[in-house]
């Protein structure tokens, strides 16, 4: 098993929203629809006037979804659980991928559409890719349930890829799925984490993705959501009403939630604007973005908000130059392969690793068995320490073993994404009546309502 398979082992790769979900009290229909909040602050009703998703598809990587659930039935895809095998539409047990997909999704049900949950693109199609998402969760020999889920999805055709979890450590084939999602133009969207950290895993600091925290009706930065200088956008992540698939409805704080509805907007963007890149989406999203009362003049992109959160409406309905084509989004390097020969990053071309850098670097043959030579003479000098370490009993693993937290290679790490003792129960303090009433800060005087 290699050392970063170890590591996943130990620390997960952990839903993001797991630590603060619960079953919401018994509510009417009515209700559930009007504590969306997140709706009322978009100005939904205008928001769908401009697009509702329609010929998008956004893949969900999680937990299976409940496809038969009254709000989603038709919205989602057969799919596929890329560790298990078979569709990824039925699930009756989990309902953290159930909840992602309603707040993108969800299109509601009865009368006019007007009870239970909807989603912010309720036309969009939800593609789930199910693979294990919890702690202690150990891959089988020679797979990697992420890098094809990423894989899948991508050629399946989501144009939007949406991960509500944490995984701290990154092989170098994921590196080459999330590389090539970026490059088939994909949006990736990926939640920061609950844990109220000044530090994010690999997979949210990956270049090309976009990294979401939560922020409460006031447009204030939840307290538990983890944060740093990769973060992009923040929405809205508390009191946040969902589809189950093991009961009707949920109720949770969480930067999945915010995912979500980052991942809702950006299918509304790419239904309207079909010709845009991914990061010219990721552009609109951006330049779009407010900020809380009183926060206006910080410097962005700020390591708690980003460069604000969402204001869809605005995103679909300002005049905004298209930009370059990655936008605000940092291009990967094409990772090498894990194969013979040194194959480059997935769906790319050319010969790469050092082979091509040494056609490019002009050295003559002189040049190049010197430094063959010099490349001897520091390889004996290793070896050389090594045996005499050996010697001295100085060249076994440090206490704890050699893998995990702490081993070798790696620093000890804060911790983030630890399995919670009572996976989505309510945990004390996890419904916080947020700071500020009523819907997102209005719009200043000079600019139109609701944009």
Known sequence: MSFTRTLRAVGGAVVAGALLFGSAP?????????DQWPLKSFDAEKVWKESTGKGVTVAVLDHPINGAH???KGNVLPGKDVENGGPANQESQENHGTSMAAIIAGHGH?????????????????LPVALSVEVGDVPAPNTDPLADALKYAVDQGASVINMSFGWPVLTDKEKQALSYAAKKNVLLVVATGNDGLGHLDQLTSYPGVVAVGAVDK???VWEGSNYGPQTMLTAPGTMIRSAGANKPYLLANGTSDSAAYVSGAAALLRAKYPDLT??????????????PPGQEGMKLPD??????????LRALTQDIPAGSKNGPLKTPKAEPGAGAGGATALGSSGTGGETGEQKSSGLGMGAIVGIGAGVLVIVALIVIVVVRQKKN?????PPGGSGGYGGPGFPQQPGPYQQPSAPYQQQPGAYQQPTAPGSFPPPPPSQPPGR
């Open 26 to 34: 018994a509510a009417s229909a009515d209700q559930i629809r009007n």
């Open 70 to 72: 009254p709000d989603l």
């Open 110 to 126: 009865g009368a006019g559409n007007s009870d239970g949950v909807k989603g912010l693109a309720p036309d969009a199609k939800i």
């Open 218 to 220: 006031g447009g204030k």
């Open 278 to 291: 991914a990061g010219q989406i990721a552009n609109r999203l951006v330049k779009t973005a407010g900020l």
């Open 303 to 312: 390591p708690h908000y980003g460069y604000g959160f969402i204001r869809p």
């Open 393 to 397: 009993g100085r060249n076994g693993p």
